[in-house]
């Protein structure tokens, strides 16, 4: 099966679930109210979809028929026209098959702070050894820090990646707030001279308030550290 080929079938996959949770949430005949929009937009989440673009399915979705009786049919109509827009939307992301880090931007003064964020169970602290593999290998100077404090397993992970790879790693206790880790993984790679500072986090729900405010405490104090980090930002 080629490339292609298999975009297309994911993007089927994903067409079905859409289609199966607006046939299971939305009955005909019952009204559309947040309960629903919000547990909707859960599973848009869940299902790996960005947050600004399941935010804007929503938000459309409550200006066209909230309040208002359902009807099925035109909720997933909308839905379809919403992703065809957000995806025909935009330009076009440039990327430099000679360079590994593209088309992530690399900061010129100082080291680079990646920090990945983004719902349970969907291979954050993999993806960060993969991305810190494929640094190391492209002659950069990579810093791990291990901000998954909620879950002592993915310290462990992190750790036994780092030291398959030979980059340095920041860790601490489980239940320390991740903050202070972000913090210190920033300083780390600043006292080292690294060219890059991957920042793993605990799973999150953009409608669990107390854990977004985590988050936004730890883009806050890494941009201390390091200003005008977090450079990039992957979800």
């Given at each position: 099966?080629?490339?292609?080929?298999?975009?297309?079938?994911?993007?089927?996959?994903?067409?079905?679930?859409?289609?199966?949770?607006v046939r299971d949430l939305f009955k005909a005949g019952e009204i559309l109210d947040e309960e629903k929009l919000e547990e909707f937009h859960?599973?848009?989440?869940t299902s790996d979809m960005g947050v600004v673009a399941a935010g804007e399915i929503i938000d459309e979705l409550r200006k066209e028929f909230?309040?208002?009786?359902?009807?099925?049919?035109?909720?997933?109509?909308?839905?379809?026209?919403?992703?065809?827009?957000?995806?025909?939307?935009?330009?076009?992301?440039?990327?430099?098959?000679?360079?590994?880090?593209?088309?992530?931007?690399?900061?010129?003064?100082?080291?680079?702070?990646?920090?990945?964020?983004?719902?349970?169970?969907?291979?954050?602290?993999?993806?960060i050894a993969k991305l810190a593999n494929l640094f190391t290998k492209a002659g950069k100077k990579v810093v791990l820090a291990a901000g998954?404090?909620?879950?002592?397993?993915?310290?462990?992970?992190?750790?036994?990646?780092?030291?398959?790879?030979?980059?340095?790693?920041?860790?601490?206790?489980?239940?320390?707030?991740?903050?202070?880790?972000?913090?210190?993984?920033?300083?780390?790679?600043?006292?080292?001279?690294?060219?890059?500072?991957?920042?793993?986090?605990?799973?999150?729900?953009?409608?669990?308030?107390?854990?977004?405010?985590?988050?936004?405490?730890?883009?806050?104090?890494?941009?201390?550290?390091?200003?005008?980090?977090?450079?990039?930002?992957?979800?």
């Amino acid at each position: 099966m080629g490339l292609f080929d298999k975009l297309k079938s994911a993007l089927r996959k994903t067409t079905n679930l859409l289609r199966t949770d607006v046939r299971d949430l939305f009955k005909a005949g019952e009204i559309l109210d947040e309960e629903k929009l919000e547990e909707f937009h859960r599973g848009l989440i869940t299902s790996d979809m960005g947050v600004v673009a399941a935010g804007e399915i929503i938000d459309e979705l409550r200006k066209e028929f909230g309040g208002r009786t359902i009807d099925p049919v035109a909720i997933w109509s909308l839905v379809k026209e919403n992703l065809k827009g957000q995806l025909k939307g935009g330009e076009d992301v440039r990327w430099d098959a000679s360079d590994a880090c593209s088309p992530l931007q690399l900061s010129t003064d100082g080291p680079t702070v990646i920090l990945v964020c983004g719902v349970n169970g969907v291979g954050k602290t993999t993806s960060i050894a993969k991305l810190a593999n494929l640094f190391t290998k492209a002659g950069k100077k990579v810093v791990l820090a291990a901000g998954d404090t909620f879950r002592a397993a993915a310290v462990e992970q992190l750790t036994m990646w780092s030291q398959r790879i030979g980059c340095e790693i920041v860790t601490k206790e489980a239940g320390a707030d991740p903050a202070s880790v972000a913090y210190e993984g920033c300083m780390k790679a600043k006292e080292l001279g690294a060219d890059i500072a991957l920042i793993d986090t605990a799973g999150r729900l953009q409608t669990q308030q107390n854990l977004m405010q985590e988050l936004t405490k730890i883009h806050r104090v890494i941009g201390k550290a390091i200003p005008g980090a977090p450079h990039e930002t992957l979800l």
